[in-house]
Each structure stands twice: as structure tokens, then as C-alpha cells.
């Protein structure tokens, strides 16, 4: 069975701190793509970055870096220089190929609080 | 512009009773998606269509039925609603391979 697991509920950051979330996959898939999305208070799904598994090199949006680890099925998100707007529950979701329908998979979600 | 809409974003209702909720997408996607997420924020695909053909049906009771009238559109009609029918409805579209976009949800809540 495929399945994505968030093993934090809650993380805390400092303002202009860095913070990384945690998240693992188990698939016997080798071809897929990995996402994070973000879900602030208004409850829109925002994608944050997307990376493709047959892409060594790991993803990178402004702020927010991936470690992609694909032996290990481990995709971890980077958020450096934290701001307050960062505050939101984090999703990590794995997309198998597009033959399976291409839904997404999604994690338990991990709750992002930035202090000021 | 909105990339995807829903209709209505809030609903509230008696046990027993039937809904739908509309959802249009101006993105030009061939697959469109709805998606369930609980009151512990857990997010779950219930329907895939693409090109107005059901392509997941993730074991959704059958007072579930999504329609497609075209690709544009994917609505979903609930019947005798229950109190665990109670979430917030996410529709999505996407095209192949492509990055899902999310609507802005639905909150349901079964009285």
C-alpha cells in the first residue's frame, strides 16, 4: 500500500529561524512525484514545491528547499528565514504514476507556528 | 480570475437530506478530482474524472455521486446525509502529470 507519514503533528519556529519537516513514503512505485502544500487558516491548499523522483537534484523555491532521499523514501522541506506567514498546516503528498488516476496521497500534516 | 470555484463554500443541513456542491474549473484540465478532509485536517481523495470518465472511486459510499456534464465541471450529490458526512470538500483539477489545483473547499456540517 502506498502511504505518507507525518511523524510531527506541531513544530514550532523562530521568526528568521529555519525549521525542517519530516516526511516518509512507502511506495514499490520508482516513478512518482512528491509534493508539499501548505493549508493556512483560510483553508486553501497552496502548493509550496513539487519534485519528481527521477530528478536527483532537489527541488528549490525561494525560502523553501526539499531533501530528497529517494532509497531511504524520505522527502524533508526546508523553510529558512521563517516569517510569520508561514504559520500553517504543512502536507506532505506523494502522487503515484498517472496511470493509478493521479490522486494524491497525503500525510496526517504537520502544524507550523512562526514567534515573533 | 478563479481557477477553481466552489459552490457554496459554507453548508449546513439536516441528517437525512440531499446537497450538492458545484465545482467549475477555467484552467483548461482534463482531470478533476474531490477530495474529503475530516475534522483532524486528514485529506483524502474520494473521485477522479478525466474527460467527464470516472477514473478512481476510492470506496465512497454510494450516497455519494459525482457528475461531470463536462470537463469543465464536476459536481457532487450527497444523499441522506449522515452526521460522519460532516468535512470540508476539496475539488481539484489538473492536467496529465501536472501540479492539482485546489479549490477553496466546502465546510459541510450535518445537523
Known amino acids: 500500500a502506498q502511504t505518507v507519514t507525518q511523524s510531527q503533528p506541531e513544530m514550532s519556529v523562530q521568526e528568521a529561524e529555519t525549521v525542517t519537516l519530516s516526511c516518509t513514503y512507502d511506495t514499490s512505485e520508482s516513478d512518482y512525484y512528491l509534493f508539499w502544500y501548505k493549508q493556512p487558516p483560510s483553508r486553501q491548499m497552496i502548493l509550496v514545491i513539487r519534485?519528481?523522483?527521477?530528478?536527483?537534484q532537489n527541488a528549490t523555491e525561494n525560502r523553501f528547499s526539499v531533501n530528497f532521499q529517494k532509497a531511504a523514501k524520505s522527502f524533508s522541506l526546508k523553510i529558512s528565514d521563517s516569517q510569520l506567514g508561514d504559520a500553517a498546516m504543512y502536507f506532505c503528498a506523494y502522487r503515484p504514476p498517472y496511470n493509478q488516476g493521479g490522486k494524491l496521497i497525503f500525510g496526517q500534516g504537520t502544524e507550523l507556528s512562526v514567534k515573533p | 480570475d478563479t481557477a477553481v470555484s466552489q459552490t457554496p463554500k459554507y453548508l449546513v443541513t439536516q441528517m437525512g437530506n440531499d446537497k450538492s456542491i458545484k465545482c467549475e474549473q477555467n484552467?483548461?484540465?482534463?482531470?478533476m478530482y474531490w477530495y474529503k478532509q475530516d475534522s483532524k485536517k486528514f485529506l483524502k481523495i474520494m473521485f477522479s474524472y478525466n474527460n467527464k470518465e470516472l477514473i478512481i472511486n476510492e470506496t465512497v459510499p454510494n450516497r455519494f455521486s459525482p457528475k461531470s456534464p463536462d470537463k469543465a465541471h464536476l459536481n457532487l450529490h450527497i444523499n441522506s446525509l449522515e452526521l460522519g458526512d460532516s468535512a470540508v470538500y476539496f475539488c481539484?483539477?489538473?492536467?496529465?502529470?501536472?501540479?492539482?489545483?485546489f479549490g477553496p473547499g466546502t465546510r459541510l456540517t450535518v445537523l
Open positions: 519534485q519528481e523522483a527521477y530528478k536527483q
Open positions: 484552467l483548461g484540465h482534463d482531470t
Open positions: 481539484a483539477s489538473s492536467q496529465v502529470e501536472g501540479e492539482q489545483f
